[in-house]
């Protein structure tokens, strides 16, 4: 019988255990490694290579490949890959699915940087890409062109936290012969795995709720081996590796990934009920279904107008702005100032980022503690 998910988080690391029966993966702080002779060599690249030219991210150290293998097992994909940030983890998902010439069809709610990836750099080498709501399928159905290849989308989107129709999603790509990639950074394995929805790639920024302690810069990605093959050869030809570091610190992170989110969500949850009936707060933004085992970590609330958005800021006491997310402390970000200000001005009015929005991710603190200090923040900034 298989374990559940709480069990297999905890003991992902053990099933690959490469060396001889350590507690945690060994890692060894080398960029490089050195043999006494041609034979030893080729042994070596056999056992880490395979068949491939390019297969290890770096050679020797396990606790790399262990990353990727680990997440891809939460994911239930047979295989994974760990890359420097999650950042180069989208990109190269992306190079591993589309060239020049092809075009893209992404959410128009994804993450500012996913967003400047695609419209700046990625059209600069020749790939294009229409940005358009997902709210509406038919509209992305009718977006579709003779060259396009990918659909790209996240689990949750940020910062009003629309749940995907992943299923209605991968629908579309497979009758119009697409891939598709999703963004699962939000929902995490815990909540949700797009992969066994069917869908081609799953990426993760691990420095957030993978990683969960706001320390290491990592990227992951799930999917079938031809396909995360492909990527691996992406992250060596681009330099994209992850340091060893990293990829162990990552490792110790995922632990306890099964523990953080549940209490994250449920903290989420009881801050999202609490700020519902505060009539300073005009907007609520917190998903109504992400999975029966919670919504996910991330609030996202709009002050009302005589709420002064500095002193607001300036009034939360141990809670930080903090303009990444996903630590095991509560924080807020403000995505007019941070994820979204490469948004151009209509884009912003579009989707929704006024001068009041505020970003609350919720840590592991007592949730009573929470609540306070997000309503006297509150009060302060109507005074
Ligand atoms: C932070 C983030 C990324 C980028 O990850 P980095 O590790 O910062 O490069 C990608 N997608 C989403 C949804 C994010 O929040």
Redesign the pocket.
Known sequence: MESSLDTRIVHSFQENASDIGNESAPSYQTSSFSFASLEELEKYFKLYQGDSANRASQPGNAVIDELGQAVAMLEGAPAGVAAA????A?LTGIMATVSAGDHIIAAEDI?G??YRLLSQELKHFGVETTFISFHDLEAVRKAIRPNTRLLYS?TVT?PFLRVEDIDGVVQIAKENGLLTMI?N??ATPYLSQPFKKGVDLVVH?S??FIGGHSDA???VLAGSEPLIQKVREKIVNIGAQLSPFEAWMTCRGIKTLGLRMEKQTTNAQVLADALMGNPLVSRVYYPEFVSKRGNGAVITIELMDQCDIHRFFSSLNWVKIVP?FAGVETTVSYPLGTSHRALSPEMQRKIGITKQVVRITLGIENSKDIIEQFEAALRQSAE
């Open positions: 940030t999650g950042t180069s989208v993450f940087g996913t996240e940020n963004d950074l939000y920024s420095a957030k810069a990592a990227g990444s």
